[in-house]
């Protein structure tokens, strides 16, 4: 029954180290079935599954249990208002990254000159920032990727979240493949959520991240501000004078050395830092001076 294979499941991802154990077992259960939460709470626990239903079940359970990211099996992850699809191709959208473009909507609505505002999101994978900031506030987006893997997915994305028409993605290293475009001066906002785990703490993370997300989007080098210094004067050339954004993600402990970083820019003004929920320093942020 479904009683009973929750309980089986549930000891199953205990055992495996597995965090909410009880939580994962019901997500995945609704998704081999087919149903959302609330249609869960129709449908009798004595119910019996068919064999169908339950080889596959324990299928993704087992998997589950090996710490495959939940998202990855349930094929997508919540960002704000939508739902992106994700894949081991792509990064899993996180709740800090949210605050990010939050942060971003805010500056930009208090913009009176700006009424379709120029973004470029730098490193986009499944493109929910992209996608957010297009969508939040009638934007025209840029986005790059270095792995045209993440950007298949994020061209689901574009399609499934209706915004096509309004953000167009490009292959290639950070800001490069934005020169050909002459954006120069143009933009109102470079945005990133860059690789920053420093290189030898990558293994050291759960085995969700260091074992089943892609690699590339996670090491930010030896001290993990690689990605910050080459993103940080490549964008000074692309945001408009006196009224351009730089908003970027930050790292835990990277406040003060990505700080610095933008202070070596005379072009930058002093950098604003906004925590996270959890109080963390998550996001810093610079306009270029005229």
């Known amino acids: 029954t479904i009683h009973e294979i929750l309980e089986w499941a549930r000891g199953v991802l205990e055992q495996a180290g597995v965090e909410s154990a009880r939580g994962n077992a019901e997500h995945l259960l609704d998704h081999c079935l087919g149903i959302d939460r609330t249609a869960r709470f129709f449908v009798r626990h004595e119910r019996v ?14 998997r589950r249990a090996d710490r495959t990211p939940l998202q990855y099996l349930l094929g997508k992850a919540p960002f704000l208002n939508d739902d992106f699809v994700v894949d081991e191709r792509v990064l899993i959208p996180r709740p800090e990254t949210e605050q990010v473009v939050e942060v971003a909507i805010r500056l930009l609505r208090e913009e009176e000159s700006v009424v379709v505002p120029v973004i470029l999101d730098i490193g986009t994978g499944s493109g929910a920032i992209a996608v957010s900031l297009a969508k939040a506030l009638q934007a025209k987006v840029w986005a ?19 915004v096509e028409e309004q953000v167009t993605l490009v292959h290639g290293d950070l800001l490069r493949p934005f020169h050909a475009l002459k954006l120069e001066g143009r933009v109102d ?102």
């Open 49 to 62: 599954l068919s064999s169908t239903e339950e080889d596959a079940y324990r299928r993704l359970v087992a």
């Open 144 to 162: 790059s990727d270095v792995s045209l893997d993440a950007l298949e997915v994020a061209q689901t994305n574009l399609q499934q979240l209706k």
């Open 189 to 290: 906002l470079v945005i990133s959520n860059p690789p920053y785990i420093p290189h030898g703490t990558v293994d050291q993370l759960a085995p969700e991240i260091s074992q089943h997300e892609p690699r590339g989007a996670l090491d930010g080098g030896v001290d993990g501000c690689d990605f910050y210094r080459a993103i940080v004067p490549a964008a000074i050339l692309f945001l408009k004078p006196g009224l351009g954004w730089l908003i970027l993600e930050l790292g835990d402990g990277l406040a003060k050395a990505v700080g610095e970083v933008i202070r070596d820019q005379p072009e930058l003004s002093e950098p604003r830092v906004f925590p996270d929920l959890n109080g963390k320093d998550r996001v810093i942020v610079a306009k270029r001076e005229q």
